[in-house]
T-cell receptor, first 113, second 110 residues
Framework: DTTVKQNPRYKLARVGKPVNLICSQT?????MYWYQKKPNQAPKLLLF???????READTFEKFQSSRPNNSFCSLYIGSAGLEYSAMYLC????????????FGSGTRLLVI | QQKVQQSPESLTVSEGAMASLNCTFS??????FRWYRQHSAKGLEVLVS????GEKEEGRFTAHLNRANLHVSLHIREPQPSDSAVYLC??????????FGKGTHLHVLP
């Protein structure tokens, strides 16, 4: 199974409420990534885990949290959702250093109201 | 930092006519380039990965890479209405980071 699975496919959240998105992969990839994609914009890397080490992009450092309790699972957490968080959130994984097996999940579409 | 630009922003072709999409990047030292597509409200589907100058074909999709010219293109042979989607160019900029272009909206008319 060479897929990255994301749950849920669609998420509706209220402004100010927390949001938790889930991603899993069974390829034993050591790196997992979270991207944000808005219409007519390029996907933007939010953060990634290499093994158990979390790396967050400087401009989104305070907006998103993540956890990776084991190799297969990674979550993205928004503590207090704002309208600007409405977007498609894409999880990806790869072995080693962004290699040829970079694989994306189907995404979670988040709508904040 | 690596910059990735795609053109055109939008492209309309008739079913069966070749569709050509362009992508330019600013750092020619990258060696990992991919084309993805995204159908409305869905995830990213990888179409072609190319790692060296030249041509790489995957079914009806062919990528051409010319790192000296900082250019990678995607050609879609015999496009169908179901190929209508946003096509994204992606360049690995370092060990972990992938930089995307904003995409080309392709519309294939029946």
């Amino acid at each position: 199974d060479t897929t990255v699975k994301q749950n849920p496919r669609y998420k509706l959240a209220r402004v100010g409420k927390p949001v938790n998105l889930i991603c899993s992969q069974t390829m034993n990839h050591d790196t997992m990534y979270w991207y944000q994609k808005k219409p007519n914009q390029a996907p933007k890397l939010l953060l990634f885990y290499y093994d158990k080490i979390l790396n967050r992009e400087a401009d989104t450092f305070e907006k998103f949290q993540s956890s990776r309790p084991n190799n297969s699972f990674c979550s993205l957490y928004i503590g207090s959702a704002g309208l600007e968080y409405s977007a498609m959130y894409l999880c990806a994984s790869s072995s080693g250093t962004g290699g040829s097996d970079y694989t994306f999940g189907s995404g979670t579409r988040l709508l904040v109201i | 930092q690596q910059k990735v630009q795609q053109s055109p922003e939008s492209l309309t072709v008739s079913e069966g006519a070749m569709a050509s999409l362009n992508c330019t990047f600013s750092d020619g030292t990258s060696n990992n380039f991919r084309w993805y597509r995204q159908h409305s409200a869905k995830g990213l589907e990888v179409l072609v990965s190319i790692f060296s100058d030249g041509e790489k074909e995957e079914g009806r999709f062919t990528a051409h890479l010319n790192r000296a010219n900082l250019h990678v293109s995607l050609h879609i042979r015999e496009p169908q209405p179901s190929d209508s989607a946003v096509y994204l160019c992606a360049v690995n900029t370092n060990a972990y980071k992938v930089i995307f272009g904003k995409g080309t909206h392709l519309h294939v008319l029946p």
